[in-house]
């Protein structure tokens, strides 16, 4: 069987590191070209990258588009704090090159964006989405919480409060949706435990993703298919 | 705008009670039929019928459901606590009424029990399904449990442990699924406020119910359409 | 046996109505005066009276008050929203006559107030207070968890940020407390399921002022004898 | 300052690993002695080690408590797993040297077992213990629930029903208190986020037996005081 040959931009960083030790420990995916960050763009050895991963900064990810669609290579984004200017970019690289970009790459909260469609059979709840964090974390609310936000109030067809943000300790990550009616309540609620699981996420949509065409993906289309909402 | 002339069985038991204020709180729906247990059963009363909700007992399934198909009535039954002879019942006059069956008639259950297919893309995860009830409750687990087991071992194509169970208090009901991997822990949970929440259900199950063709259906086919899983 | 004889201030409002139900089930209590708005004053009848319990209103309490003190009668008193003006008053009467306050009556939440001073012993850890109630409540947050900020603010030592609130549906009370580290997390959560937890909280608040000195108590002391930090 | 000298039995083991690792990070205390697995006891340097801490295994016991007590020092123990043989060597030992041992070492579950006896003030609730553990767990239940339920059924005064065991994916360890009436729910939660919690727990309380009579101590008392309950 031929590997997946996987390019890793920044992998210095902390993401870069565990993406580097899950490549690893996968049988169907070989460690191709780790790129640090800084370090010289090597044209003829990108050009045999199968698909890149890239957790590094918004300032980087221009390049990174750039550089992958010279050779036609799909890109795993899981960077975040992007700005529109930074959506823009991906949208438009996306007609040329498969981009997967999720502001959370774990599969559990792939299943909850899925999940929460089923939500709109009781669009006359009230809800309410919750998330905690560590007390490092300084973006309030994170970035997975507005991703489900903006999903959710599609789902429901209804503009809903602001999500609400706990911060303290060494909570890795939890998001909760709340669904409540006089009558009933229901929750929905995702905790990662460690930093490993958006490495799995990301290496396992990037096997995914070398298998697609152009087009803007998240990581949901790689357990549902692509998502046409 | 025509009402829906509703028949209650069992008119007098707690259930019962609650129905009736769900359906004179119901500007769509009209109390047509209050019949009360061994109360003489008037033929041309029932024939007025649109659609029985019973939340009878599993001996009376059998008179509710023979009476209703001399009119061509629907049945909306909440009864819990049946036998296969009981189910097998169902099915048989599903073939010549629409009959509605859940073992819980609450709209956030069915988004519960429509919401676990998503967790079929991530069936190597581990499962367990737990309730809580208060300490008047004598079976374990309960119907809802054993019912979101049934579909979550469908989803996920494998043999789950046993639902826990937890007694005590007043606990109105309370159902939670877990999904558990090395990397993250996902729990879906619906918590049961007051009796009403089944009352609500049965009469929008009932209003549902009148315009459908002869068949088994279950409160997740009102707010989702007949599944065919 | 000599039944507690108590008068209740403002019968008819939704809180009046629990604590008629609750005295009339418990053969210890009798109910003896039962007082409506704008019902003329019986001082008569009020001087027979063992202990009060009022529900009512801010604007009543001065009057409350002052009545009980004319017969040294204690007083137990639910009302929330009180602004400092009303906090004096009732310190100032708790010099002739008992007077128990407390923004919540459920023995759950007194317990809850108990607990917390535990947590003294991790002071370093961060915390942070949650708390859920249906969509009709007003007031962010609740009194309940001013209450608990307060005193966890004492056993901790330190300002901590603002309680969370969470609105929705027809949740009735969920407080929590989470104090967490880098390595693990506390929950305390109290959840009330029903408005009788405050009406028997009043009840054996009263039961046990009979037997009280002038002061100040809070539901706390019934159950952990008087507080003094 | 002098540091407090600190022995690690079972130094290359897991936890001991992470003994280590919080030792060093730890300007007040030196990794004195290490002794791993079958080393050759060195009684010389022996004598100079203010405290001993133990992770190892049942077996290993009875030589550490004796070999301690040739010098009379201290001895923390985290192993789980005892019999009653084990619990009464123990408490031999303990009328010799201060020896410390909990089933959890984290500062929280200690914590834990310090709130739940203001629960005796609710003894006529209902309890219940639950633990959730990773699916490579085979004791069920939790030496830490098994200590929970000892520590609630002393403080409720009656006997209770056996803790629940959930077993799945990499779930670090939670324990759950619930204590539930007709009208309100109390559930006192812990969470470990990762192994260190035990190891820092450890570590301070080698600190603090140093300071100690011969006795037999648990975590809780590093943080309350000597219990007498």
Chains 1, 2, 3, 4 share one sequence.
């Not at 750039?66 to 930074?86: L, Q, Y």
């Not at 949208?91 to 709109?120: C, D, F, H, R, T």
């Not at 973006?139 to 209804?158: C, F, H, M, R, Y």
Request: hydrophobic content about 40%.
């Amino acid at each position: 069987m031929k590997k997946t040959k996987i390019g890793v931009v920044g992998v210095s960083g902390r993401m870069g590191q565990e993406i580097v030790k899950v490549i690893e420990a996968n049988p169907r995916c070989e460690l191709f070209y780790p790129l640090h960050r800084d370090e010289k763009w090597d044209s003829k050895k990108a050009a045999k990258v199968d698909v890149w991963i890239d957790f590094s900064s918004p300032e980087a990810l221009k390049d990174v588009l750039k550089r992958a669609a010279e050779h036609k290579t799909p890109v795993v984004c899981g960077t975040t704090g992007f700005s529109k200017k930074e959506k823009d970019l991906l949208s438009q690289y996306a007609k040329k090159i498969p981009v997967l970009w999720s502001s959370n790459m774990s599969l559990g909260v792939a299943v909850l964006n899925e999940a929460l469609k089923s939500l709109s059979a009781i669009s006359h709840f009230d809800f309410q989405i919750e998330e905690l964090h560590h007390n490092r974390k300084k973006d309030k609310p994170s970035g997975t919480a507005i991703t489900l936000q903006e999903n959710l109030e599609k789902a429901v067809q209804k503009k809903l409060p602001e999500p609400v943000a706990i911060r303290g300790g060494g909570i890795f990550g939890v998001h909760k949706i709340y669904s409540m009616s006089d009558e009933e309540v229901l929750v929905f609620e995702h905790t990662a435990l460690n930093r490993t699981v958006f490495a799995k996420g990301a290496v396992q949509a990037a096997e995914w993703l070398v298998k697609q065409k152009p087009g803007l993906y998240q990581i949901r289309d790689v357990l549902f298919g692509k998502n046409k909402a």
